[in-house]
């Protein structure tokens, strides 16, 4: 395995801002995440984004989270196993953890199938309630 810290500092830095930008959305797409970015480096490409995510994404160091409406991948800052809820209406995910709750109950009415993924539940949020 190549480390990417020798002799490559400039997708280092990309790879770091990126990070920080992720911190700040908690879930976000390549796209978001490129319009966020270049606030800072408004030269970034598409391409440097894709290509850093990837990275990040293959080493675990960030996760995936559901697609948007659109299809497109979210990343995930939390790159441990959650649960997620997803706003229907403003299409925003919050980190939730029920898997262990509903496992049992989900197991028992699927008579004896095994569950390996996580869930998604979708409602509003909200803000999405009030209007
Ligand atoms: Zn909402
Ligand atoms: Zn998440």
Redesign the pocket.
């Known amino acids: 395995m190549v480390d990417y810290k020798i002799g490559n500092s400039r997708q280092t830095k990309y790879c770091k801002a990126l990070v920080e930008s992720l911190t700040k959305m908690?879930?976000a797409t390549n796209l978001e995440l490129l319009q966020d970015l270049r606030q800072l480096y408004p030269n970034l490409s598409a391409t440097t984004v894709h290509r850093a995510t990837a990275r990040l994404a293959s080493r675990d160091q960030i996760?995936i989270?559901p697609a948007n409406k659109r299809g497109s991948t979210r990343y995930?800052i939390?790159s441990s196993q959650?649960d997620?809820f997803l706003c229907q209406a403003c299409d925003r995910?919050v980190?939730i953890d029920i898997k262990d709750q509903l496992q049992p109950l989900l197991e028992q009415s699927l008579k004896g199938f095994s569950l390996s993924s996580r869930l998604t539940i979708a409602g509003r949020c909200h803000s999405c309630q009030l209007t």
Do not use: R, S
């Open positions: 908690g879930h996760g989270a995930d939390n959650h997620h995910l980190d």
